[in-house]
């Protein structure tokens, strides 16, 4: 992501409730990269996963300076069309299953 004028003093992630019934749960992933915009990857994260405006600008700091974060976390039929949604998009997303 291209780099704002801010700087980020600790990592804050909002927990999703998890709703799997009898699902796998999945984590996506986000990766950083060089191409999307910050204003494009939170404008992909409350389109597509439904955060708010701050939840996803947090996460996005996140992604440029750890690169990487787990953006949401459910069950995998809730994770995959968010991936594939992101991806579309121009985003580097991941699913990683969950063992509970």
Same mark, same amino acid.
């Given at each position: 992501m291209h780099s704002p004028d801010i700087l980020i003093e600790e990592d804050i992630l909002l927990e999703d409730d998890v709703d799997t019934g009898s699902s796998e749960v999945a984590r996506l992933i986000v990766f950083n990269d060089d191409v999307?915009? =910050? #204003?494009? /990857? &939170? #404008? !992909? =994260? /409350?389109? /597509?996963? @439904? +955060? *708010? !405006?701050?939840? *996803? #600008?947090?996460?996005?700091? &996140? &992604? +440029? =300076? @750890?690169? @990487?974060a787990t953006v949401k976390t459910d069950a995998m039929n809730v994770i995959k069309p968010m991936k594939d949604a992101l991806i579309d998009r121009g985003l580097s997303a991941h699913i990683e299953t969950v063992e509970v």
């Open positions: 999307n915009t =910050f #204003e494009w /990857v &939170i #404008e !992909s =994260f /409350v389109d /597509v996963c @439904k +955060h *708010s !405006s701050q939840q *996803s #600008e947090q996460l996005a700091m &996140i &992604i +440029h =300076f @750890k690169g @990487k």
